[in-house]
């Protein structure tokens, strides 16, 4: 027997996905990317020349910054930027344009739950759109244990609440 969920969905369905590309200007690449009511927009600058403390002849340099919606970035943030950036470090090719820096922006517009997962995907558009040497795609998704037992599939904020992450 399967439960629904209080939106509606099925343990394994996901919200409505939608994603643009190119909509900054003044960026190199840029893109949105929402999942129900949780929309993050992330924009790609670079590659450029490498500062002082991110120098290395033999590869570039992957930068993140995550903005919140409201307020100073804290703890999660901090903790989202490296998870981010080790992600998409994972998925560059650095050795093309070494002793460069390519920054990557990303702008919390809406947080209804899976917001990470959403960064992440958001990123990768911005990246392919920027036209950054990529090995591979990233594509990311959350789960969560709900007190029922189930595994769920992308959950909102008020599911992530009482749930376990996997």
């Known amino acids: 027997m399967e439960i629904d969920r209080i939106d509606g969905r099925s343990p394994n369905q996901l919200r409505p996905l939608a994603c643009s590309r190119g909509i900054l200007n003044r960026a190199h690449g840029s893109a949105s990317w929402s999942q129900g009511d949780t929309k993050v927009l992330a924009a790609v600058y670079g590659p450029k020349a490498g500062t002082k403390k991110n120098e290395n002849p033999e ?53 209804d739950g899976s917001l990470l997962p959403c960064a992440i995907n958001a990123a990768c558009a911005a990246l392919v759109d920027a036209g950054i040497p990529l090995k591979h795609l990233a594509v990311s998704i959350c789960c969560c244990l709900a007190s029922s037992g189930y595994v769920i599939l992308d959950p909102t904020k008020q599911e992530e609440e009482v749930s376990v992450f996997l």
Not at 67 to 85: A, D, H, N, R, V
Not at 87 to 101: G, V
């Open 59 to 111: 590869r570039a340099c992957i930068e993140v910054i995550w903005k919140p919606k409201t307020g100073q970035s804290g703890k999660q943030e901090k903790e989202y930027e490296m998870i981010l950036k080790r992600t998409l470090q994972s998925i560059c090719i650095l050795t093309i344009n070494p002793n460069t820096t390519t920054s990557i922006i990303i702008q919390v517009v809406q947080d």
